[in-house]
């Protein structure tokens, strides 16, 4: 077809939507909003229409994507002109041709068009990324008022076929009717997986038509999406439709495309193919510099490694195919900042210079949940780190991007994947990231307490290992001393609001394989109650998930954690002197996959000892698992309450 015929078509399409063509689902303006109204009460609005409908076209060898997008908005409430502002991404690979929009204004049994005028276009950088290619076209419709829609209609070309977006069934509001429509030759193979689509009844054709096969999919009346805090990527529970370009002709002949991992790693392994084709100088100098003395292969690589993430500054480019292609090693030692492939392949070149084999992997990031096996696309992936292998089939997995991550610990973020690891230039190998156990990542606070008036003051130690020394470097990292300070007291903060830390010093900051520590000194007023001759004290001073009970009638959506860590207190109190102990809160504990805990009371000559477990085992939290989380929760809360009684000896 046409680019002409097809902006036509488009043109028609838009009429026939918009009510100014009559049709089988045409309605009054009137009726339409009391319909919508009674089946969505409580929504500002909801979507007539949410339509993509892609034209596939063979251009020599090469596919090519026209995608036409088209989006009907009926506002039902005052608070929908929140929906008034939108934008339009473009980037290289999704092109913007065409872009039109309207508010449709009640008139009579019809509608008055309100075109939009003013479209602004600019970069749009995201959060970490310090260039991006995507521009956001930016409009506003006018008039925006329960009754009206707003319509956008816009054309995208997508030059390279093998980056296509997956097309999801619905929308962040009601959608009365979503469908996506997929015209290509007869020669070109399209495939697809559909995902999270069990309680959603999405009604799929393929039809012949002339030398083309439409494939259709279609849904109906779906309820607005899930709104939870700490919940999943859309990816994990929005139905969705991820298709693909299978297999297309090339000098007359079948060609594979996508068909599986192996034709996805073709496509990297192209990506790669040119970079380094000679060695830099410079870069074998570090090199040799580095190794001398290291007495083991694995010594070689911590400090390959670690000058990675010591000397490259991360900095995210996404710029076209550059966003796939990492610069030559040398540049990026020579520049000092590059972004995920390019200080994975510095690594990777880095270690072969140390006589030591390795691996460019590619692997997607928590927020994507798919796997190799079951969906080998571009769309699997969104990040490229290094592989070491130093048993056969024992990897550790290098992220240089996650400057305080040890050696031997993959980055949080990507726990429990799995990854791509390159072999040659024709074969590759999955693997799957290791999950770091709860007892990895521990918080430690151990301190020294004594009664003062009716508070008390303290002295301790925090360390912190694993993961949440990782986040807390990260945040120490050259901060100023004022707001150094404000952290820390965040950081130790307990009892009350009345805590203040009178010192404190940081160590192991830069010491990647020891504990993060804390030392501190501390006063607590208004914490310690008093009657008559006795003293309450309570000696949960921290009470971790005592206000984390979840409420199962309103949440839907599994709940996400970074990572899995246990917390270990141990609180020595000082009996004051002429006071005797009363009473002596009883030991307590629960154990449960996910959420556990054991409290330990005991009198130690003058001094009664607390010792304090809790442990988080999960990095999501499903639905069905709430009740037993819950029931943690309420036993952890009974024991927080739990408070040594002191009373005064007799004279």
Known sequence: MAASDYYRRGSLWALLALGLVTGARAQQPLQLLTQMKEQYPTEKAVYLEYRQDLNVTLKGDSVQVLTRHHYDMLHLGAQSSMYANDKVYSSHFSRLQKLEAQTMVPVGNGYKAMKVTSFKEKFEMQPGIFFDDT?????????????????????????????????????????????????????????????????????????????????????????????????????????????????????????????????????YSGFTA??????????????????????????RVRRVYYWVQDNVRYVAFENGMSGFIPRDAGLVCGKRYGDCKDMANLTHEMLRMAGVKSYLTWIGTRDLPYRYSELATPGVDNHMIAAYEPKPGQYVFLDATSKYTPFGMPSAFIQGKEALLAVDAKQCKVATVPVMPKERNLVSDVSQVVLEGNGLRGKGKLALDGYPKVERSYALDGTNKTDEAKYVKALLERGNNKFFVDKYAVGNLDTREQPLTIDYEYRLQDYVQQLDDEIYVNLNLEQPYAADRIDPATRRLPRVNEYAHTNHTRTEFEIPAGYEVEYLPTNAEATDPVLGFKIRYERQGNKIVQEKDVYVDYLMLQPNQFAQWNAVIDKLNAAYRDALILKKKKA
């Open 135 to 267: 521009r956001a076209t930016t409009f506003s419709f006018p008039a925006v008022a329960p009754g009206v829609r707003t319509v956008s209609d816009y054309t995208v070309r997508q030059p390279d076929a093998r980056f296509m977006m997956p097309f999801y069934v619905g929308s962040y509001v009601p959608t009365r009717h979503a469908e996506l429509t997929i015209t290509a030759p007869k020669a070109v193979k399209i495939n697809y997986k559909v995902f999270h689509a069990e309680q959603t009844p999405i009604q799929f054709t393929r039809q012949e038509k002339g030398g083309n096969v439409i494939y259709r999919w279609t849904a109906d009346n779906l309820p607005s999406p899930p709104r939870d805090e700490d919940g999943p990527a859309a990816a994990y529970y929005l139905p969705h439709i991820v298709y693909y370009i299978e297999e297309a002709p090339a000098a007359g002949q079948p060609r594979k495309v996508l068909g599986g991992v192996e034709d996805l790693y073709a496509m």
């Open 274 to 299: 040119n970079v380094d084709k000679q060695e830099s100088p410079a870069l074998r100098h570090i090199v040799d510099s580095l190794v001398v003395g290291a007495k083991t292969e694995q010594e």
